[in-house]
């Protein structure tokens, strides 16, 4: 399996455009999240799907952010508009339910985001 | 305070053991863990231990846990260049929504 594919890797932008991240998760996961990774507040949960549905947003920072999952295979994260403190690495992540060790959490490699 | 805490940066030499440590709040934990991020990568499990554990050792890994403190570390024995990065601890219980909690991220610098 390729694993949690991510895209883009980078994306610099300047203050007021649209921004979307996209995620791949594994194939038969049945979890996905997204988080959003800075120096200042470390790993941050902002939002996870279960079987596509959204169950828990609150992670979300504000309107400007939203997140949809119209399938299995495919998330995405969306600002709108962007502003220089979204500037972060945001991963994707998917796992099977259970919570048994092995149904641990895999992430993608991240997509580094500048908004200048 | 944060559920789960561990200190930011530890700076090791090469051949020496590394000890990273995690402490966490809540007494219902069930799963601990380590994980691993490597520079331009996302996080990789390293490894777990189950709440009813007290020791796992896995290679040059040894996971000690100490429910009562709530305290886990992480040691590396014979530790390398290569493993240089940040690790994370994070816990999670059963009964409910399986979501880890994460702390902020350990940063081992290993020198020559």
């Known amino acids: 399996d390729a694993g949690v594919i991510q895209s883009p890797r980078h994306e610099v932008t300047e203050m007021g455009q649209e921004v979307t991240l996209r995620c791949k998760p594994i194939?038969?996961?049945?979890?996905l999240f997204w988080y959003r990774q800075t120096m200042m507040r470390g790993l941050e949960l902002l939002i996870y799907?279960?079987?596509?549905?959204?169950?828990?947003d609150s992670g979300m920072p504000e309107d400007r952010f939203s997140a949809k999952m119209p399938n299995a295979s495919f998330s995405t994260l969306k600002i709108q508009p962007s502003e220089p403190r979204d500037s972060a690495v945001y991963f994707c992540?998917?796992?099977?339910?259970?919570?048994?060790?092995?149904?641990?959490?895999?992430f993608g490699p991240g997509t580094r985001l500048t908004v200048l | 305070g944060e559920d789960v805490e561990q200190s930011l940066f530890l700076s090791v030499r090469e051949g020496d053991s590394s000890v990273i440590n995690c402490t966490y709040t809540?007494?219902?934990?069930?799963?601990l863990y380590w994980y691993k991020q490597e520079p331009g990568a996302g996080l990789q499990l390293l490894t777990y231990?189950?709440?009813?554990?007290d020791m796992k050792q896995d290679q040059r890994l040894t996971v000690l846990l100490n429910k009562k403190d709530k305290h886990l570390s992480l040691r590396i024995a014979d530790t390398q260049t290569g493993d240089s990065a940040i690790y994370f601890c994070?816990?999670?219980?059963?009964?409910?929504?399986?979501?880890?909690?994460f702390g902020r991220g350990t940063s081992l610098i290993v020198h020559p």
């Open positions: 194939s038969g996961h049945d979890y």
């Open positions: 799907f279960n079987n596509n549905v959204p169950i828990d």
């Open positions: 231990i189950f709440s009813n554990m």
């Open positions: 994070a816990e999670s219980r059963t009964g409910g929504s399986y979501i880890p909690t």
């Open positions: 809540d007494s219902s934990s069930t799963y």
């Open positions: 992540a998917s796992s099977l339910p259970g919570g048994a060790p092995i149904d641990t959490q895999y």
